[in-house]
């Protein structure tokens, strides 16, 4: 498994943008940019070690634009600096779930009752398929 980066160090290397929100709204939302885009390159981070970098690349893979930028917009609050810790916060668990260790899958089997059921159903429904047939003039 590998370390996860520094999150303090990670939101050094963020650009923070800002743009006008959309939707309803009048005059408020015509005059003040409140959307919030925070803009990290994972590829260009002077953060993350190469095993990081693959890691993160791997678990946020289609995130990432063709530049290696990890985008998170939001707009969904009518302050900006709400806004900006959203986006923070967002940014957060992205990584923190990047680099948590899943689970691996216990195999199981189906219980013998669970295979008997299956096998009736089929056996009902072959049954009642045969019954369609039109029958033997002989």
Do not use: C, Y
Request: proline share 4%; no cysteine; net charge positive.
């Amino acid at each position: 498994m590998v370390a996860r980066p520094s999150l303090t160090a990670i939101r050094k290397e963020v650009v923070i943008q800002t743009a006008r929100s959309g939707g309803p709204g009048g005059q408020h939302v015509n005059k003040v940019e409140t959307k919030v885009i925070l803009k990290w390159n994972v590829i260009d981070s002077k953060v993350l070690k190469q095993e990081q970098r693959e890691q993160l690349q791997a678990s946020l893979g289609k995130r990432l634009t063709n530049a290696g930028d990890l985008l998170i917009a939001v707009d969904s609050q009518r302050s900006q600096l709400k806004n900006k810790t959203i986006a923070f916060k967002k940014l957060d668990r992205l990584v923190k779930k990047a680099f948590e260790k899943q689970k691996e899958r216990k195999a199981t089997k189906p219980s013998k009752s669970a295979i008997k059921k299956r096998l009736k159903a089929k056996k009902l429904h072959g049954e009642k398929k045969a019954l369609r047939k039109p029958p033997k003039l002989e």
